[in-house]
């Protein structure tokens, strides 16, 4: 069974900087996409990032190309998000996702989660 642990969430200013991890455990993740999802109260999940385990291709939201990267960590079995800029729009509780032959943006095409960790970006 995968595993996904998220961590590193917590309160920033606006333009402030934030570096989320996810841990991942429970299999070989060479054909699998992580891929980085965010809600904020009363809106639907939103796809972020993803990336491919084995290659490292990425793919971004719009909202956050140039801001936010997110990477992998093979032997440690770890992804990263690296937030940077970061607006008050950001605010929301951030999803580490895994799933094996799918590299696409819809949440329903992932089948593991973690928990979830809260990012807000207030003054």
């Known amino acids: 069974q995968v595993q996904l642990v998220e961590s590193g969430g917590g309160m920033v200013q606006p333009g402030g900087s934030l570096r989320l991890s996810c841990a991942a455990s429970?299999?070989?993740?060479?054909?699998?996409?992580m891929g980085w999802f965010r809600q904020a109260p009363g809106k639907e999940r939103e796809f972020v990032a993803s990336i491919t385990w084995s290659g490292g291709s990425t793919t971004y939201t719009d909202s956050v190309k140039g801001r936010f990267t997110i990477s992998r960590d093979k032997a440690k079995n770890m992804g990263y998000l690296q937030m940077n800029s970061l607006k008050p729009e950001d605010t929301a509780v951030y999803y580490c996702?895994?799933?094996?032959?799918?590299?696409?943006?819809?949440?329903?095409?992932?089948?593991?989660w973690g928990q979830g960790t809260q990012v807000t970006v207030s003054s």
């Open positions: 429970g299999r070989t993740f060479s054909a699998y996409t």
């Open positions: 996702a895994a799933t094996p032959g799918y590299s696409g943006t819809s949440y329903r095409g992932y089948a593991y």
